[in-house]
């Protein structure tokens, strides 16, 4: 065993990149900034019917590529991936289904 | 947390003088020296060993059962006769929910912890579990959490709302005393412990599992553990919005469940049930896990169909999250929403089903032998199925209608929780006590406790059936002669029997803690595998030592104690004896690693969890309470955080033998 | 066989070799744990959803939002979920001083998220939204409310780390300390992308 005492390790199991340099999650950064930018802009313009869809599916978009990206999911372990979107599926489910009982959704 | 190497003298020549080993980081800071001590109170109260953990756990579960023990008894005193005067309203309305409560979080729930701790490592393999200091936050904060819940009777009153706390009942108007506080505060607390406990668990059964223990070759008890740990994860935080917007209304007035507001009172409803429902699961898996391992070691037989039962586990767990409003089926929720509740709850009943066929089909054609600890697994089989069947005839919306909120509804969780999880926990209880203490319970003590609790345990809760379709509600403190009816219905004669026979079962829980004496005092040593056990934990000294395995064990069969101490000849259908249990030991011990890491005691759990504590009872007694329990757990904190990986060597002032444990050590403050 | 000297992070060794997934303890507790605060949150924008339009005194939603200074605010957390990852990747080139500037910066900006909540909470108030004015109001509070503590939490891990990145005392992995701190600080940054439609941009 050797005896060097190395103040960092160079083992990082899972955590070394995986193609994206620095550049890669500025363009993702930019992305976005764009859809945010296009959020705030439903409160300027008027989508029509198209505003709910628009917005949750922006909404989600965002949400998906932060997790997928700057959480380094799509890259990781198919485990993490497994024990984070369980949590978020029950999620979605009891608290939709809890709502659909009050008549939320009509 | 990495497990980290105890610091020994080895000299670095052979023949040469000792050199301590350095560890890291450089200093300690002066304060934050780890604690060394390995005997006496000091060991118990810092330890981050999962076994002695458990063993805590294992205290904390048996004395809330006497305590809750001893509020059922006076809730059924009261309820023996006519108008009874034992208990009047208010007090009966504490009874009944603090029995409740602590039965749930602080009796079943820390015994499920017990052998999840205990065991957990051992079936796996593994000599501690992921996170041992979190392991020990996570007991003082179930115990903090407990003494929080129970300071109320000493302080203006126990909760008084039913364990479910239902609001605006529990608001501020209807329920002005403090008791609700401390009951919102002990259970966010305890809940805290809970969660932290169930992450623990669940990476230590996914990174820590001996080399070849693929999850497929997990005992079953390991499995449903796992399946517990992962309802906890995701269902305590529902609560946790429910606790806080209730002590945010009782606390700072906002009005969540304030209906002059225009508050709509199913929302605590459904965020309660919504955890409450995956609890009964959390609350009954651990007893299914148990006995999954008793049932096959006593019928000589392995488990039939293991991976239906695995399977069904997890369905019953993922299925758990959707059935929750079948406990608000009078509450107004309207008929589609009856309706697909209802055809949920029947389909949860079919991996139920799997898992009693499995059982039974495991004990069909095998020899059984009727030690106490399978008289007790299958007394869960036969009275789960009780408890089951009147389950079923509550998914019938219509027919709940009727039974809701009246003692039918008592009876069926009482034979499922009793019948199902205290069954399932005595049978563990006597079955790996030899394991954990060296000597086998007393098998006539045992047999009349068994018995006495399954004739009181019937007596009490069988009664409830007829009771309660006879429309004798639940949580009404007194029942008068001319409500009562007459001949087989003569429900003062049935609330008798109930009451007798929950003294009968009272009687049959004392004679395990007799048990527990007796054989302290006068029975044997055990051997080394009493029962002749299929499982990893067996392989293993009585107690087992400190670092668990000398070597840490490659397995390549499920039932791998099992495949090494028999060969299967499937042509002649028999099995032979190849090795005994005290050889694969020896072997075990002839193998020993070198080098066993294991990771240090620390002050710092302890002194969370008292932080924690004192910052929950600040919420009720105001800001500088607040404060003082904040700073504790800043402190705290930052010790956690900075203390060193291990113990310094001039901590210690041992010879330079690592024989574990047996060193005295000095401590320094 | 001696084996005297132990590493300065010989811990990470251990974990380099532990586990039957090959994956890190406590990247593992992090994710599970990120699973279930989604739940903790669900259950409090649920509880918004649900009282959002139950005002009986007080100001109405639309009444009371200022979407353009919140927009702001939503763009500076989402620009620090990209310091937090820039400070990743240089924890991950062992880059000590970079790490610490970009974990600075992340914090910086996250305590100008804190203090445009704390800005838009004063006006509120001053606008006739007290916290026990109505269900609408109380709903919003708590929620927002929890998701600044939250955010407050992740400013004090981030200048922890930078302080103990700084002294040297870093037990562990020093780039899965990092990347651990930017899982939390991501998933606070997911929530309020969730907050921001749902509350602000979604009118009731």
Redesign the interface.
């Known amino acids: 065993m050797s005896t060097a005492t190395e103040q960092n390790t160079t083992t990082h199991g899972d955590s070394h990149e995986h193609g994206m340099s620095d550049a890669g999650y500025i363009k993702i950064a930019i992305i976005l900034a764009l859809i945010t930018a296009l959020e705030v802009s439903t409160y300027y313009i008027d989508f029509g019917p198209l505003f709910l869809p628009s917005l949750i599916i922006m909404m989600i978009a965002k949400f998906v590529m932060v997790v997928s990206y700057f959480m380094h999911l799509k890259f990781d372990s198919r485990i993490f991936a497994f024990l984070f979107y369980t949590g978020l599926g029950l999620c979605l489910f009891v608290y939709l289904w809890a709502l659909a009982t009050f008549k939320f959704f009509g | 947390?990495?497990?980290?190497?105890r610091?020994e003298t080895?000299?670095?020549?052979?023949g040469g003088p000792s050199?301590p080993?350095?560890?890291?980081?450089?200093s300690s800071l002066g304060a934050l020296k780890r604690p060394v001590t390995t005997t006496g109170w000091k060991s118990w109260l810092f330890t981050v060993d999962h076994k002695k953990i458990g063993i805590i756990y294992g205290v904390i579960g048996m004395f809330f059962l006497v305590v809750g023990g001893v509020e059922a008894l006076l809730i059924r005193l009261q309820l023996a006769s006519a108008e009874g005067k034992v208990l009047n309203a208010s007090v009966y309305n504490q009874m009944f929910t603090m029995h409740g409560t602590t039965m749930v979080f602080l009796f079943s729930m820390p015994m499920a912890n017990a052998f999840a701790n205990y065991f957990l490592p051992l079936q796996l393999g593994a000599r501690d579990v992921?996170?041992p200091r979190m392991n020990a936050l996570a007991v003082w904060l179930t115990l903090t959490g407990g003494i929080i819940l129970n300071l109320a009777w000493f302080l203006g009153g126990a909760a008084d709302g039913g364990w479910f706390m239902y609001a605006p009942n529990s608001g501020p108007i209807f329920s002005p005393s403090n008791g609700v506080d401390f009951w919102v505060i002990g259970l966010q607390i305890a809940g805290i412990g809970s969660?932290i406990g169930s992450?623990?668990l669940?990476?230590t059964v996914?990174?820590?599992?001996a080399p070849g223990?693929s999850l497929m070759k997990m005992p079953v008890f390991s499995w449903m553990m796992l399946v517990v740990q992962?309802l906890l994860?995701?269902?305590?935080?529902?609560i946790?919005?429910?606790l806080?917007?209730l002590m945010?209304q009782r606390g700072?007035?906002?009005?969540?469940f304030d209906v002059a507001?225009?508050?709509?009172p199913?929302?605590w409803q459904?965020?309660f049930w919504?955890f409450g429902h995956p609890e009964v699961y959390i609350l009954v898996l651990p007893a299914f896990g148990i006995i999954s391992e008793v049932l096959p070691t006593f019928s000589r037989k392995p488990l039939f169909g293991y991976p239906f039962v695995v399977f069904s586990g997890a369905a019953i767990g993922l299925v758990g999250?959707?059935v929750?409003?079948h406990h608000m089926f009078a509450s107004g929720?309207?008929p589609v929403?009856v309706a697909v509740f209802s055809i949920a709850t029947m389909a949860i009943a079919i991996p139920t089903g799997v898992k009693i066929f499995n059982w039974t089909l495991t004990m069909w054609g095998g020899k059984i032998w009727f030690a106490t600890p399978m008289k007790f697994a299958i007394g869960l089989v036969v009275l789960f199925t009780f408890g089951g069947l009147s389950g079923v005839t509550h998914s019938v919306a219509p027919s709940d209608t009727q039974q809701t909120d009246t003692y039918y509804i008592v009876a069926h969780f009482h034979y499922v929780l009793f019948g199902g999880m205290v069954f399932g926990l005595f049978s563990g209880l006597y079955y790996w006590w030899p394991k954990v203490f060296g000597k086998r319970l007393n098998e006539r003590l045992g047999s009349w406790n068994f018995w006495l609790m399954f004739i009181g345990m019937n007596m009490t809760f069988g009664p409830m059936h007829i009771l309660g379709l006879q429309g004798q509600p639940r949580r009404m403190y007194q029942w008068t002669e001319n409500r009562a009816g007459e001949g087989f219905f003569d429900l003062g004669f049935w609330n008798m029997i109930a009451s007798v026979g929950s003294f009968v079962l009272a009687i049959g829980i004392l004679f395990f803690f007799i048990n527990m004496v007796w054989t302290t005092k006068k029975e044997p040593k055990s051997s080394l595998d009493p029962w002749d056990a299929r499982t990893l934990e067996w392989i293993t000294s009585n107690p087992p030592k400190e670092h668990n395995f000398d070597r840490i064990p490659t397995v390549s069969h499920l039932d791998e104690f099992f495949h090494r101490k028999y060969q299967e000849d499937h042509a002649t259908e028999s099995m032979t004896p190849i090795k005994t249990a005290e050889e694969i030991l020896a072997e075990e011990e002839a193998n020993a690693d070198?080098?066993i890491?294991l990771p240090s005691p620390s002050y710092w759990p302890l002194v969370l969890a008292v932080g924690i504590g004192v910052l929950g009872l600040g919420v009720i007694y105001g800001v500088p309470t607040m404060i003082i329990g904040g700073s504790i757990v800043l402190v705290a904190i930052f010790g956690w955080?900075?203390e060193p990986?291990v113990a310094e060597d001039f901590d210690y002032e041992g010879t330079s033998h690592d024989d574990g444990p047996s060193k005295e050590l000095t401590t320094h403050g | 066989m001696a084996d005297v000297a132990v590493h300065a992070d010989h811990s990470a060794d251990h974990q380099a070799h532990q586990g039957s997934t090959g994956l890190s303890n406590n990247k593992l507790a992090m994710w599970l744990f990120l699973g279930s605060e989604c739940l903790l949150f669900g259950g409090l924008i649920s509880t918004y959803m649900l009282y959002r339009g139950r005002v009986k005194d007080g100001p109405h939603p639309h009444q009371i939002y200022d979407i353009p200074f919140t927009s702001v605010s939503s763009f500076v957390l989402l620009m620090s979920s990209l310091t937090m990852v820039l400070a990743v990747t240089a924890a991950q080139r062992h880059d000590d001083r970079r790490t610490n500037l970009w974990l600075t910066v992340t914090a910086v900006l996250g305590a100008t998220f804190v203090g445009g909540q704390i800005y838009e909470f004063t006006a509120f108030y001053r606008e006739g939204l007290g916290f026990t004015t109505s269900l609408f109001s109380s709903s919003f509070y708590t929620l927002t409310g929890f998701h600044g503590v939250h955010v407050s939490v992740g400013i004090i891990m981030l200048l922890v780390t930078v302080g103990v990145i700084k002294k040297n005392r870093v037990v562990g992995n020093k780039a899965e300390s990092v990347e651990l701190v930017g899982l939390y600080w991501h998933f606070v940054d997911i929530v309020w992308i969730v907050i921001f439609t749902l509350v602000y941009l979604i009118p009731s």
């Open positions: 947390m990495a497990i980290i190497e610091p080895t000299p670095a020549v052979p050199v080993a350095t560890v890291t980081p450089a992921a996170f969660l992450i623990n669940i990476v996914l990174n820590m599992r223990l992962f994860v995701f269902s305590l935080p529902v946790t919005v429910a806080t917007l945010f700072f007035g906002a009005t969540f507001q225009g508050a709509d199913l929302l459904h965020l919504i999250f959707g929750w409003a929720l309207g929403s070198a080098h890491h955080v900075l990986s």
